[in-house]
DNA sequence: AAACAGTAGTAAAACGGTTTACCAAATACG
DNA sequence: CGTATTTGGTAAACCGTTTTACTACTGTTT
């Protein structure tokens, strides 16, 4: 037989005072007690295991300190870096992120929308490209909830927003590769674009454009999310001329590199390659991967600032900021010369 | 000014009946009332967009459906895996999975004890050797709490724990080296060692015994986790005439072999290397490494079902499950010849 | 026709805290 | 010395659900 739960009345009881003298001390509101009742309730909660009730007292003072955090695979690196560099930055001023990743489970959303919508949470990071929509016109009607998405989506909220600069992004690594002597350059990305995709997609147009190059149809290559897609990508690739590859995030990158090189082609030597995202492990890669690296740990605090004032005046304007990536180059790319594949 | 939550009330009101009529409605348990009541009550939830008070709805019936997960931290793929194969084994259950990755931050542990003992969750998995100790402690008044661990430490609790052969892995491996013909192994291991990592350890020496050798203290190298570890052991590595490395866990290995690289070693060439864990990267990388691989999936899947068991039945005599790992050879590994180092 | 069983529904008591409003005794003030 | 204020404390309302224990009514048996 188990042992009720010790509540606050057994705690009250053993401090020899009321219940609202035991709530008020442990809550360090309990000035005007003395310093006698405070030792005994002290001591009492001690020796009792004494824990106030999650769900008790939540339900009364409205004041929890956990926000939602939405991604949509904890298996990619570059979201688990994320979520923790969110909880790096939201620990330290009380609040503590509850990550929800979504990994295509449908009953995964419903459970944590039903979970949002009923009040555990204080605000919701959206870090979720794509999900967002439908998660966000499901919650759309609770727009006194402070949000911050990491999508660049036109969607109708006027929540705030933390984003990286797509477009130059995608032009500044298309620059890189034609700097490099690249004209034939293949795209990997996957088949269901994102708004953040077209954008940058756009940038890689431009640069394209600028040089008096155009890109060709019959250089992109759809294909699915993960290294297993860029393993795909790479045997369709070898058939063509390409002789660099933008892949769109480091996780394909990986793959394309994989399937290369079992198809027997050699990186930087047949071909260059250039990721997305700098996850974490990137830098023990060999040959490191050239790769366009988001300033993980910055989009981390920003998202956390901008939630926390919102918390604070959820009347005040919404803001958008958008962060610059930073182009790291690593041994996967290489300048090739005017005429053809070998320098 | 914020519009009041809605509450049950309001639905009861809006659709003409009474507030229990609504509560058992809504909650599948309304055969006794007429369709058209029903009706009227869906049709009024809908139209208030309701949602019962996630608090309320657990101060009263104790039935939360949510568990804890404690990993030490999450961007270490092994454990982003763990986390993933439990979220999958536990929601078709209609479980679901919470997970606290410490990350070293102390208030983290006091934060996810202080929601862990004010009852926010139905069990507990403890997936954090090491850090076990101290949180099994503190929670160890509340004994009645179903938990599942990981951890190989001679805890004095009679939790239900999934654990791996360690003894018999670290055996194989080293089995596999010396059939190899390597007489000269260095070992990467953590400064802290925890239980599971002596009785892995102890393997190894086992199997050195059986060939008539022994393993040498100047080949142990302590090293921080992760790969920046790794690193740093094959700085010194490479001044010894090991011809072969074991590592803790793939993500040491990695930093060693991105150390070996760096300093124009190769691998397999110069260094065999092995790692543990298997990782779900671990395949695309090239080479790609031999490991023993941990039945992510199947670890996942018993934890779960461990922890039903446990809920459903608190008092049944708890169980420990040992479960195999199976050695995963790459092409990190390779025979040498019997004087040296080159084949 | 009396007893019985459904049927469709409700009122009120929990659940375990926090918070508001109030009180009695002790002390300070003029 | 009578009144005002401070000190140390409490009783009771409330938060939004679920659940228990009724009730009134309508058929159905015997």
Redesign the pocket.
């Known amino acids: 037989m188990k042992a009720?739960?010790?509540?606050?009345?057994d705690?009250?009881l053993k401090a020899?005072?009321?219940?609202?003298?035991?709530?008020?001390i442990?809550?360090g509101?309990g000035?005007?007690?003395?310093s006698?009742?405070?030792r005994k309730v002290h001591q009492a909660q001690l020796e009792l295991d004494?824990?106030?009730?999650y769900?008790?007292?939540g339900?009364?003072?409205q004041?929890n300190n956990s926000i939602g955090v939405v991604i949509p695979n904890i298996k990619n690196p570059f979201f688990s870096s994320l979520a923790l560099s969110i909880e790096q930055a939201a620990i330290p001023k009380g609040y503590f992120p509850q990550i929800f990743s979504v990994n295509g489970f449908k009953e995964n959303i419903d459970y944590f929308i039903e979970q949002f919508a009923?009040g555990t949470q204080k605000g919701l990071v959206l870090a979720a490209p794509g999900a967002s929509k439908e998660i966000v016109d499901k919650l759309s009607i609770h727009n006194d909830i402070p949000m911050v998405l990491t999508d660049q989506a036109d969607l109708n909220t006027d929540d705030d927003r933390v984003l990286i600069a797509e477009e130059k992004s995608g032009k500044e690594i298309a620059h890189y590769l034609l700097s490099l002597g690249h004209k034939r350059v293949a795209f990997v990305i996957p088949r269901k674009l994102t708004m953040n995709l077209v954008k940058r997609f756009t940038g890689y147009t431009e640069a394209f454009i600028e040089y008096g190059l155009e890109v060709s149809e019959d250089l992109i290559f759809r294909t699915d999310f993960g290294p297993e897609g860029g393993v795909k990508a790479a045997k369709e690739i070898i058939k063509t001329d390409a002789t660099a590859i933008i892949a769109i995030n480091d996780d394909v990158a990986m793959g394309v590199f994989k399937g290369l090189h079992s198809l027997g082609k050699s990186v930087p030597g047949d071909y260059s390659i250039v990721g997305f995202d700098d996850f974490n492990l990137n830098k023990y890669l060999i040959p490191s991967l050239t790769t366009m690296a988001q300033p993980i740990e910055l989009i981390g605090q920003k998202i956390v600032e901008l939630m926390i004032e919102r918390i604070q005046y959820p009347n005040r304007p919404s803001k958008r900021i958008v962060l610059d990536t930073k182009l790291k180059i690593g041994d996967s790319t290489r300048q090739i010369n005017e005429g053809g594949r070998v320098l």
Chains 1, 2 share one sequence.
Do not use: H
């Open positions: 009720n739960k010790t509540t606050i009345k705690v009250a020899g005072i009321s219940v609202t003298a035991v709530s008020l442990l809550n509101k000035e005007r007690f003395s006698e009742t405070k004494y824990y106030p009730d769900y008790a007292r339900l009364v003072g004041r009923s």
